[in-house]
């Protein structure tokens, strides 16, 4: 389980000139999770890992990684236990596959056996003598993913790692950023606009929106919003949302219905009785479900894929 | 060292040695050239010809060959996206120091090459008496620090750019400028102007008997300065490329 945060930003606000792309983020990955980043394209995920990274300068704020502040002394060691890959694979076309996670490895100072280890991961072992200009989109992005894991580290940082894969190539991506806390104990930042995705392979969740992160929390958290309810639409409103209350129910009115919690039929079918003797009549009984996707919408200002 | 080392491994199937060997061909070819058939005269002179030739012809050649140089190392990062990897792995300012590094050493190799070259076709002709060492080692120390002011200039220009043609245009304008200073001045303040700057034999020629006589440069305090402007470009150029470069957001 985990127990501490291994990444924390406490107000990481970053402006381009006037333009204000991440707005006081307060971010926080628990060590051992998969977090999903969440948000439509332009929301500012890339830039936030960006500033992680230490790739981007933030404006304000502060980053906390491992536990200790990320300074300009600091930077570089605490990058060593991290991996990256943003936005689109980094390769030297020129180079084999193999020669470029050996650049990587010898930068890392990690060992020459996780070559082999992370080839076999991404399963590129057998073209590790092939040109990287010569692999598609796919291998690249696999490439990027074993160059990121080289050394194994502690945090992998993923920005929309299945970009350009197939249907094949993305399921596989995603059942390995899975398995990665677990079997190698690699807590993993993962962005996505795609809920879908991050349904599939997040247990954390942060949903950033022009700029701001509008939700952080557990995704078991964000499902249980997904709930169902049921409308009444009654001829009285006002009186009817008393007696509700009265009976200990908590109830809401919204426009001309009135909302309540999910119910079994035969208190549903009491309700009406109770309703209808009160000379309350009774138009419409409508179960209304709110999905995830409504959630997730109504917090990103519905401009995001699903 | 080892970011060093690792530079020359990125390097590997680019051909940038034979490039830079292919343009040293073009430079030899033209000493090779100009000094055939050599007079009585100019047997008497030639070790100190060379040394007048030679900055002649890197101030045509060497602005595109440093272009040439810069653009190769730093197209590498550009095309693959690699700064945005290699920077979580190293500083930017390390990062920028090795591409520096990497390309002096080229520029080394190449300007040791072109004297060796010189020294060779002397004793090929018959150069009447030695070669004197202090001469060509001050001639071949100067002419590097011209390269490197060059080399700095391009680097900076093919690092900040994504599209390299706009360096190569540069590097192109720098050798018609050193055509054009050449018949204009024996000095210049300018980057391109350094070879001329930093010559230390000149030519006297005779308009009547048409005879060349070579002399070792007596530098004025004018042209002092001028060569003292090689220096100024390489940290006028090394310091602003470092800032741009470590400031630049992947």
Known sequence: MPTQNLVETH????????VRCVDSVNMQVPSGAVYGFLGPNGAGKSTTLKMLLGLAKPTAGDITLFGMPVKEKTRMKLLKQTGSLIESPSYYGHLTGEENLQIIQTLKGCSEKDIDKVLKIVRLEDARKKLVNHYSLGMKQRLGLAAALLGFPKLLILDEPTNGLDPAGIQEMRELICTLPSEYGITVIVSSHL?????QMADHVGIIRKGGLVYQNTLESLHSHAKQQIALRVSHPAIALDLLRQDGITAAQEEDYLLLPMMDDAYVANLCKQLVSQNIS???????EKSLEDIFLSLTGKESSL | MITLLMEWKKIKRKKVGLTMCALMGIQFAWHFWAARNPSEKELLQG????????????????????????SRLADIEHKGNTYKQLKTLRTAGTLYHVKVLCGFLFILAMTAANYLFLLALGYLHGYVGDPDPKAYLLSFALQSACCLSLYLLQLDLSLLFFNQMIPLVVGLCGSMLGVILMYLKTYSFLPWGGFLSSAIVMMDWNRDTKVVTYYYRDFSSIEFLALTMVAVWIIVFYTVGRILFTRKES
């Open chain 1, 11 to 18: 107000n990481l606000t970053k402006e381009y000139g006037k």
């Open chain 1, 195 to 199: 809920l879908s995705e991050i349904d």
């Open chain 1, 282 to 288: 009774l138009y419409r009984i409508e179960k209304r």
């Open chain 2, 47 to 70: 070790w100190l010809g060379n040394l007048q030739t030679q900055p002649l012809l890197c101030a045509i050649m060497m602005p595109t060959v440093m272009s040439v140089l810069a």
